[in-house]
């Protein structure tokens, strides 16, 4: 852990309270201490970097200390993690964020601990099954996806952009297809191959990914794994373009990289915040997107042309303003059937779009 804090004086305040019967949420604006769990490095320029900057914003505020663990696994061990920062550390709010880490391990702390809230990245809470001191946050990001395909779209001369994924999961098959579809509105006959590593970190498979691509014809990378590192720099060494995934990769390939989907999570990283320490009800299930301030889109690089950054722009301020629907019929698969009949629209905020098990048409590859 990378910063601690006086933990006597804290169990004596939760011991105080305690005594006196009160709740620990019953008073506005007390000081808190967060606990922050990441199943990677905090410096992995992906997944955990993104949390980690929203629990660096945190620290920056007043009356709140952040603990935090790096590299725990999706095993037993992330709740010993989660069990040591309640019981000696004071935590009453944790954010465990990977995904393999709420059921069962975030589950069985949470019926332990019922005064400490939790909430978990991406995980399913559902309303009557889970605890009402567990959550789930999670952002459209599908939305910058999009971008990044209409920016790839207008970059690319062969016509072929590439994806690099971990797993088909609804999550990751909404950003390849979001991805495309943005691609194909600047030219329908673009297609996306997307090559799936079968896990979230495979830094040697995501190489051999890359420069299996490569090798044939693709030029606009994107991906959806926790640390896109190894893809950008193996696209930038064969002389391709990149748009990024999760957090910056600029520092990377100042001159491949065009432009990125991004987390913004310190949004919802308040949330909770802000109603665990005024003592409202736990927000149990939060979504949003270039609206709500969960995503954001990286700063344009220097290649990237004046039209791709004007219908980027154009579409994003749709977004924004709520006007502009990514998941509508009619919508073919990459099968031929039909995904999306005519006149049905998804909004961003339809569950049935976590649900999503298909490969929308100009996709090369397969959901399983």
């Known amino acids: 852990m990378s910063q601690h804090f006086n933990r006597r004086d804290t169990l004596k305040s939760i011991a105080a309270l305690s005594a006196l019967g009160a709740s620990p949420f019953a008073f506005a604006q007390k000081p808190i201490t967060v606990g922050v769990i990441y199943v990677g490095p905090r410096d992995d320029y992906g997944y955990n970097q993104a949390q980690a900057e929203a629990a660096a914003a945190l620290k920056k505020l007043p009356g709140v200390k952040v603990v935090e663990e790096e590299n725990v696994p999706e095993t037993a061990a992330v709740q010993k993690t989660m069990t040591g920062m309640i019981a000696q550390d004071g935590a009453t709010l944790v954010f465990p964020t990977s995904f393999g880490y709420f059921d069962p391990h975030m589950l069985a702390v949470a019926a332990k601990y019922p005064d400490v809230r939790f909430a978990h990245c991406g995980g399913m809470w559902t309303e009557g099954k889970h605890p009402k001191n567990t959550a789930s946050y999670f952002g459209y990001?599908?939305?910058?996806?999009?971008?990044?395909?209409?920016?790839?779209?207008?970059?690319?001369?062969?016509?072929?952009?590439?994806?690099?994924?971990a797993k088909p999961i609804p999550q990751v098959l909404r950003n390849i297809n979001a991805f495309t579809m943005g691609a194909r509105s600047v030219h329908p006959n673009l297609t996306t191959q997307v090559i799936f590593t079968g896990d979230w970190s495979m830094p040697v498979k995501e190489a051999e990914a890359t420069n299996s691509l490569a090798d044939q014809g693709v030029d606009v990378f994107t991906m959806h794994v926790d640390g896109p590192k190894v893809i950008v720099e193996t696209a930038a060494k064969r002389g391709k373009m990149v748009c990024g995934y999760h957090a910056s990769q600029a520092k990377l390939a100042p001159q491949a990289y065009l432009t990125g989907a991004e987390w913004n999570w310190l949004t919802a990283y308040t949330t909770f915040l802000d109603a665990a320490r005024s003592g409202k009800p736990h927000p149990n299930f939060i979504r949003g997107g270039l609206k709500e301030g969960y995503v954001k889109m990286s700063p344009y690089g220097p290649a990237v042309s004046d039209a791709a950054k004007k219908q980027a722009d154009g579409i994003k301020a749709q977004m924004v303003a709520g006007t502009f629907d990514i998941f509508k019929g009619p919508l073919k698969d990459n099968k031929g059937g039909v995904a999306i009949p005519a006149g049905k629209v998804y909004k961003q905020t339809d569950i049935e779009l976590e649900k999503m098990n298909y490969l929308v048409e100009g996709v090369v590859g397969s959901a399983g």
Not at 141 to 165: P, R, T, W
């Open 141 to 165: 990001i599908d939305e910058c996806q999009y971008l990044n395909g209409v920016v790839a779209g207008h970059m690319s001369k062969s016509g072929k952009l590439g994806f690099v994924a």
